[in-house]
């Protein structure tokens, strides 16, 4: 191999090496700089020379490939583009990518370059940490503020998040302080936000509303006497048998109220379009919470209508929505929670949120669909599936009982003790607020209790001077004539949209402002375990300069992991990371895969089984290897069925073993990893060689020419993927690209658009003919093509036939998986991705989670405990 670098420069890269390590990851402040000049002086003697001998071949004006041109690039690492650009050609030295064969340079050349390139780039990425921190600012994202009103306001269920302009994703995260920015038309919904949750928090009232209680019978439980779908889709029953009631019946029967007891309503469809299954005179007349209580049982409907007890429980929740009939308009969300509805008769409580002129219906999951069908001779009609062997699964409930609003037992209720204190109120005589508040000194008043809030609202210490901009905003109100309480809000909310409350503040150990630095930690600890702001005990710790106690971290860490707001965490971040929030982006094409249609149980089951699944990871302390592999799997009754499992019973998704030999086993395979990988049509090697390579193993494939087309699976079967890859990877260029991922995503291919196993491709024209009756009871046919060739040959020259083999391979580098788990821990806690100063802490962090299999709550605990998120400068 040839040498690229003299003895003199040899001794020069060795005494940069030397200088700068002195320094290393404990420069201080007060000499940063200074080891920065140094670090560039001596790096500029060897950088220039490296790019002469071994790079302008590829890299000058004349060639420029990939668009870099090191002719023109200066060594100058003041700017952060120019920092990007050169840690982009020392990640590509490091990994021999650079120059390409490693002829063109001596293997003990490469070391000392880097060693000289690596000192040089730290040194002035940390001397611009230690100036400038290691990041700004950020703003809270929608979901966030939404979170903090929630628990300032003490309005659990305060929906205001998507009245605010969607966050921009960076980095497989909604939190980067880069696109977490403010523009006029932002701070306007800002403030229409605050206005609307603040007056959400006042007293609706001097008293609590009246609760008011309706029972209903079967027979008053649904609207009509008939659904979509005809009697098998829903009748009323009997002693277990049909009761032919007309709709001329229930209406007898309601006018007269005069029900019997003894009837049923039995269900056996799913609320897909087109259903309104409410009640039949039931609307909310008041926002709120309603306890619903009801008598069900699970039945099967088998042959001439009867009934006879299921065989295992069946789930259901309710929907709220507006009467509307079929053609549904405004929002129909679930609520209510999941409830498995046994055989035998028993009595099901829940509560449900309502808005005003709101009613529920039923939603039974998992079950069918009926088909519409329109003849040329005759009407439109909906026709039900064929009877499976065994019946018909549904619900028979003998009667439900509706109680609400119910208001809280305190009154007025927490929300208003927040704004108003215990200010006596009365009914408003104008104004939006049904309540005015009685004070003989308002001024006073305006005063304490805009103080008042004002603490209780912000994360930390505020000053005087502040606090005064808010006081002279409300006493100007009250000039003005305005009531007392909507001056108070109008100060509230300029306080809720001010920078104090929309950003956090970094954590900086300056020894200037020790308060504000524990406060900063405080709100940093407190929004990435739970996306909100402290609680009063992780408060009062940061109050009492406690929060840089290593012990004392730990165990408050430990405390937020454990606590059901960790949840928020945990939805949030794999939403991101894992691409959840896309779950029900493409829906599958029931043409290849009737066996999916109007399936949401399955896909809710799907979303909730990983992150049931990463719960676990950092409750348990799991190994990060579990990413890749494990020997066990979080099922439902649907998952059970979907993964052909041994059958399980009900909605809770529990723990169940897998033999050695199982492709299942880790987050790697699961059905949600492999919809979100999909088009809902095809699989692509590609798209989920490529995604697996970024979100799992953290070694993101760069993107590809603008040129190159996409490979788009044939779906007619004229063509396997395999050929379509060859042909689109005969380009030398895109063939070293691919390599990367391609067999990665080829080794999933034994898994369908939803993550079932298969074996064959199917297609609409190509091979052997499938034929059947799917959900909703349409006639289809597809045909199933080629065998699937799941084996491949990774980068490195290893091969592997299949995804358990594959799994081997990729859990040879635990450390990969833990490193980029860190990095995404690393992005969603402090809004900035792992700079290049970072790298060693990331490294010294994985060292001593080493020796105990890289477990994901120790990485966690030493991401904490790093300067990277305690924001220490040494």
């Not at 000289?116 to 950020?138: C, H, N, Q, T, W």
């Not at 009062?540 to 300069?545: D, E, I, M, W």
Request: net charge neutral; with cysteine.
């Amino acid at each position: 191999m040839p040498t690229v670098f003299t003895q003199r420069q040899r001794f020069v890269i060795a005494m940069a090496a030397f200088v700068v390590s002195c320094g290393g990851a404990a420069l201080a402040a007060e000499n940063a700089a200074v080891e920065n000049a140094a670090a560039q002086q001596l790096a500029g003697e060897v950088v220039p020379t490296f790019i002469e001998q071994a790079c302008l071949d590829c890299h000058s004006n004349d060639t420029a490939e990939g668009g870099l041109n090191l002719e023109t690039l200066p060594w100058r690492l003041e700017s952060d583009e120019q920092r990007r650009r050169w840690i982009q050609i020392f990640d590509r030295i490091e990994k021999h990518e650079m120059p390409p064969e490693d002829e063109e340079l001596a293997e003990a050349d490469r070391a000392a370059l880097l060693q000289v390139l690596s000192k040089a780039i730290y040194a002035a990425d940390f001397a611009e940490v230690v100036s400038r921190g290691r990041g700004p600012m950020r703003r809270l994202n929608r979901g966030e503020y939404e979170a903090n009103l929630r628990d300032l306001l003490k309005l659990p269920f305060l929906d205001i998040r998507d009245m605010l302009p969607e966050d921009r994703e960076d980095g497989h995260s909604n939190k980067s302080a880069k696109t977490l920015d403010i523009s006029r038309v932002q701070l306007a919904a800002y403030l229409e936000v605050a206005d609307a949750a603040l007056r959400q928090a006042a007293a609706p009232g001097v008293k609590a509303r009246e609760v008011v209680r309706h029972r209903l019978p079967a027979t008053r439980m649904f609207k009509e006497s008939h659904t979509f779908g005809g009697r098998e889709a829903m009748f009323y029953a009997k002693n277990s048998q049909l009761a032919p009631l007309s709709g001329a019946d229930l209406a007898r029967m309601r006018i007269e109220n005069n029900h019997d007891p003894a009837i049923e309503l039995a269900i056996f469809r799913s609320p897909s379009w087109p259903y309104y299954g409410y009640p039949d005179t039931f609307t909310a007349a008041e926002p709120g919470a309603y306890r619903l209580r009801f008598s069900a049982r699970a039945v099967r409907q088998v042959r001439d209508f009867r009934l006879l007890p299921a065989w295992a429980p069946l789930p259901m929740t309710f929907r709220a929505r507006k009467r509307s009939g079929a053609d549904v308009s405004g929002d129909v969300r679930a609520t209510g929670g999941l409830l498995d509805i046994r055989p035998e008769v028993a009595v099901y409580e829940t509560t449900i949120r309502l808005k005003r002129n709101e009613t529920f219906e039923y939603s039974l999951l998992g079950l069918p669909v009926p088909r519409a069908i329109n003849p040329d001779d005759g009407p439109l009609y909906y026709d039900f599936p064929p009877m499976p062997p065994g019946g018909h699964p549904g619900i028979a409930f003998q009667w439900l009982e509706i109680s609400g609003p119910i208001d809280s037992p305190q009154w007025p209720p927490a929300s208003h003790h927040v704004l108003f204190d215990n200010l006596p109120i009365r009914l408003a005589t104008g104004g939006r607020l049904k309540v005015a508040l009685v004070s003989e000194q308002p001024e006073q008043d305006a005063v304490r209790l805009l103080r008042r809030f004002v603490h209780l609202a912000a994360r930390g210490p505020i000053p005087e001077e502040a606090v005064a901009v808010y006081e002279r905003l409300v006493l100007a109100e009250l000039k003005r004539e305005t009531p007392l309480a909507e001056a108070l809000l109008a100060g509230y909310s300029a306080f809720l949209c001010s920078g104090r409350f929309l950003y956090l503040p970094v954590p900086a150990e300056t020894g200037e402002n020790q308060l504000h630095d524990q406060y900063a930690i405080a709100s940093r600890l407190s929004h990435f375990l739970w996306n909100s702001r402290p609680d009063a005990k992780l408060s009062a710790h940061a109050k009492a300069l406690q929060l840089r106690g290593a012990n004392l971290l730990h165990d408050e860490t430990n405390r937020l992991i454990q606590d059901d707001a960790f949840q928020q965490f945990v939805n949030n971040f794999t939403d991101y990371w894992l691409s959840l929030k896309d779950i029900r982006r493409d829906e599958p094409d029931v043409r290849l895969y009737p066996e999916y249609r109007f399936d949401d149980y399955l896909i809710d089951s799907m979303a909730a089984e990983t992150r049931a699944f990463f719960t676990l990871m950092v409750r348990e302390n799991l190994p990060v290897s579990v990413l890749v592999d494990a020997d066990f799997a979080l099922v439902n009754d649907r998952l059970a069925r979907h993964y052909d499992l041994p059958p399980v019973s009900g909605s809770r998704l529990r723990r169940v073993a897998l033999p050695a030999s199982s492709p299942l086993g880790g987050l790697l395979t699961q059905a949600a990893m492999m919809k979100v990988t999909a088009n809902g049509s095809t699989t692509s090697p590609v798209v989920r060689g490529a995604w697996i390579m970024d979100r799992i193993m953290g070694q993101p494939p760069p993107p590809p020419p603008t040129q190159v087309p996409a490979v788009e699976p044939d779906i007619r079967g004229a063509t396997t993927i395999r050929e379509q890859l060859a042909k689109h990877t005969q380009d030398a260029s895109c063939s070293a690209c691919h390599a990367r991922f391609d067999p990665v995503g080829a080794a999933l291919e034994n898994f369908d658009v939803l993550g079932a196993w298969r074996d064959r491709y199917r297609s609409l024209a190509s091979g052997d003919k499938i034929t059947g009756i799917d959900r909703a009871g349409h006639n289809f046919a597809y045909h199933v093509a080629g065998k699937i060739d799941a084996g491949g040959r990774l980068r490195d020259g290893q091969s592997f036939q299949g995804i358990v083999e594959l799994k081997a391979l990729l859990l040879s580098d635990p450390r990969q998986l833990a490193r980029n788990v860190l990095q995404q821990f690393t992005m969603y806690a402090t809004g900035t991705p792992v700079r290049f100063s970072d790298r060693p802490v990331i490294e010294e962090i994985l060292d001593r989670c080493r020796a105990n299999e890289y477990r994901t709550r120790d990485l966690l605990h030493g991401l904490v405990q790093s300067r990277i998120f305690l924001g220490s400068r040494r």
